[in-house]
């Protein structure tokens, strides 16, 4: 079977591999979209997940299937069943350090009777856009972390997939006025497609006045200014956003991290302190899997996916996905 293997620091290549023994209790997957994360980027830049490891590292882990084969004890699924997959379920951590991953024709999933690996798509929903579930997961989770009241004010910075899929889960839950931040106009003409009130250039203007604007404004201490915003969600990973967040904030409001930091960075705990902020991190999903499901079956998020390629051509794919100035979502056809 083929699988994109990493093989060490920006060393990746698509490798013709033994195809694991299909167990009883498993289902062996054809492979129909992938999506290329960030995470994905990092873990080629590293060498690895964590960095280089003895043994190759498979990568993908955003994708929808079909399944093709399933093993003799397997009872809740048949060939053809259409379906999305936790990578994380079962400790299987596909394309996260697991034995397989995504981006290759085939992979076999294990232990998919026991619930929580496998979710069925409708059949009208195009496998790129099922192919959305992850990172619709991930940018849901970040919203949840966040935890809304109704009516609530929110702030995006990072408009890449994850800030995006953040906006779309926002604007299907019913709230307005969501504003958002990136370098990338390419990105920012996306997040107004899908649903944001204002999206905003980092590099032009005063970002904080114009949020200030929509959300209003209020003091601290009656003296220092702050944006009338509610919470955050961090999803750029740049150095600088958590401190000027934390600076411009409103008493009591809450920051959900759901970006890569992959360098420590100092924080103000005094003002954190004094003004009762909330910082929390945000990891994986929603405790319910088959929401996200459930909201592409509803909403269309094709905007966000603006290039597909065939896995022969995977080399350019992750150019293109890591130039933040001409894609957002770059999807990996097998």
Known sequence: MLQLRIHGPNKVSLDDVPMPELGPRDALLR????????????????????????????????????????????????PGARVVVNPLAGNSMIGNGGELGAFGPELIVREVDAGGALFPIPDDLPFDRAALAEPLGVGMHAVERAQL?????????GAGPIG????????????????IVDL?????????????????????????????????????????????????????????????????????????????????EPVDFLSVMGKEITLTGSMAYPDDYAEMVRMLSEVD???????????????EALDTARDASMSGKVIIEP
Not at 47 to 63: C, K, M, N, Y
Not at 149 to 157: H, M, N, Q, R, T
Not at 164 to 179: C, N, P, Q, T, Y
Request: charged share 20%.
């Open 164 to 179: 995006l899929m953040s906006l779309a889960a926002l604007r299907w839950r019913g709230f307005d006025d969501v504003a």
């Open 31 to 78: 492979v129909q979209a992938c999506g290329i994360c960030g995470s994905d980027l990092g873990y080629i830049a590293y060498g690895g997940v964590a960095g280089p490891r003895p043994e190759p590292t498979p990568i993908g882990h955003e994708f929808s299937a079909v399944v093709e084969r399933v093993g003799s004890d397997v009872k809740r699924y048949r």
């Open 184 to 264: 990338s106009d390419k990105r920012l003409s996306i997040a107004r497609e899908l649903g944001a009130t204002l999206a905003l250039n980092a590099g032009e203007g005063d970002v904080w006045g114009s949020i200030g604007e929509l959300h209003g404004t209020e003091k601290w201490l009656g003296i220092v200014p702050c944006a009338g915003t509610h919470a955050y969600i961090e999803a750029s990973g740049a150095p600088s956003v958590i401190g000027d967040i934390i600076a411009k904030a409103r008493p009591r409001a809450r920051i959900s991290v759901v970006a890569l930091h992959r360098k420590p």
């Open 301 to 315: 998020l094709s905007p966000a996916i603006t290039h597909r390629f065939p896995l022969a051509r995977f080399e």
């Open 149 to 157: 009241a109704p009516g609530e004010k929110v702030a995006i910075f």
